[in-house]
């Protein structure tokens, strides 16, 4: 993980100088992950005095910010930076029981332009690392089990397919709106079990992979 983080900050510091354009992202985030639907669901079974239900953390926020570097033909490369956050959150009178992750994704990108150039469609295909914070809070002060606070820490490595379009708004400027679909193949997160439901090795299952699906919108810049 630290290899690859290091490599990318060099990429990114040599293509100050011949980089072609940049884009800022800002998406609609849907995550979905069968077993953490399952630890919430089991944690809303087994406790049926709870004043409100957790709803299942799928709804979020994604940003990003993009680098890409000399064009050839319909073919460009490029390196990114994503954050994402999804919040699950239970409220009633007393307070609430909100559930926080957080994912950090330093990636590459291949951009992949329409032959039509008057079309301006593309695809982008992404592959990435991923750190992973996962937490509970109750009325706003952090949850503690017995012996450690409701906190995961994970690791893991995303995939993804894009299709947009890039819609020129003046010579230097253009407007991408874009649908993403992803998959999260691997994720290192032992201890999402005790945030989402407090027992360990009663979900089983390979906590944190998954699906997501983000609908968004980009401003990119070109430069000469």
């Known amino acids: 993980m630290k290899y690859f983080l290091t490599g990318l900050f060099f990429l990114m510091l040599q293509g100050r100088l011949n980089a072609q354009a940049w884009r800022i992202d800002l998406a609609y985030h849907y995550h979905y992950s069968q077993t953490w639907d399952k630890a919430i669901r089991t944690y809303n ?3 049926p005095f709870l004043k409100a239900l957790q709803p299942l953390l799928i709804h979020g926020i994604n940003g990003s910010v993009c680098k890409w570097f000399g064009k050839t033909k319909n073919l460009q490369h490029g390196i990114q930076v994503s954050y994402a956050q999804i919040r699950s959150r239970a409220r009633w009178d007393e307070g609430m029981n909100p559930i926080h992750l957080h994912m950090l994704q330093p990636g590459y990108l291949c ?34 089990s017995e012996d ?24 230097k400027m253009e407007l ?13 997160t032992p201890e999402s079990e005790v945030v989402l439901n ?23 810049s070109i430069r000469d």
């Open 45 to 47: 079974f087994s406790r």
């Open 176 to 188: 991408v709106p874009f649908v993403r679909i992803g998959s999260i193949p691997w994720m290192h």
């Open 148 to 171: 450690k606070s409701l906190r995961a820490l994970g690791i893991g490595c995303h995939l993804s397919v894009s299709v947009g379009r890039e819609i020129r708004l003046s010579e």
């Open 111 to 144: 951009h992949l332009s329409s032959l039509r150039a008057r079309h301006n469609f593309f695809t982008e295909f992404g592959l990435s690392a991923s750190g992973l914070l996962l937490s509970r809070k109750m009325n706003d002060i952090r949850a503690a």
């Open 198 to 220: 407090q027992t360990r090795g009663m979900i089983g299952g390979r906590m944190g992979t998954g699906i997501y699906g983000q609908i968004g919108i980009g401003l990119k």
